[in-house]
């Protein structure tokens, strides 16, 4: 399996989303002959003509739009300036106010990295969280200690 025919199957539900062409299309073939990136083409079958795009190679030009005899081609929607959502990562949660901080899996791997888990805290509560840890270590120890360095 080459990368072309990879990249096909993996985006197999979003086929044709950007280039679009409605019923009137006849399959006449002007627009995959014309098209100067060689980003549409034709196959054959015993039953079915399959055209198909590649968007990596379209240069979104419009001159398939412009030649198709059937005014078949959808351009508009190869001009839409859209988001497409790619992940839904889990978030985790700033112990002190509830504040979203890193995702779940961001926390894995710095954990994976430092060999250690600490609380998550948020910008606004790092501060806090890290005097709070200092003064529990300082806790008990010598005076002549407390405020010098850790
Ligand atoms: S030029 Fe138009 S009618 Fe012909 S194959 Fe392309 S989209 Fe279909
Ligand atoms: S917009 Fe241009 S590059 Fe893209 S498919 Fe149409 S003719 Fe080809």
């Not at 948020?122 to 360095?149: W, Y």
């Given at each position: ?31 995959v002959?014309?098209c100067?990136?060689n980003a549409l083409r034709a196959e ?6 399959v055209l198909s795009h590649n968007?990596?190679r ?93």
């Open positions: 399996m080459n990368q072309e025919e990879i990249t096909t199957e993996q985006t197999e539900s979003n086929v044709m989303r950007y280039f679009q062409v409605n019923d009137q299309c006849n399959g006449c073939l002007a627009c002959q014309n100067p990136a054959d079958s015993t039953a079915n003509r968007m990596a379209c240069a979104r030009c419009g001159n398939c739009y412009r030649i198709c005899p059937q005014k078949a081609i959808e351009f508009q929607f190869m001009l839409e300036n859209g988001w497409d959502e790619v992940k839904t990562l889990e978030m985790v949660y700033c112990s002190v106010c509830g504040d979203p901080v890193y995702t779940v899996d961001y926390r894995r791997t710095l954990s994976e990295k430092l060999g250690t888990q600490s609380e998550p805290t948020c910008s606004k509560h790092r501060d806090e969280v890290t005097r709070a840890a200092k003064a529990h270590f300082l806790k008990g120890r010598s005076p002549n200690m407390r405020g010098g360095a850790i």
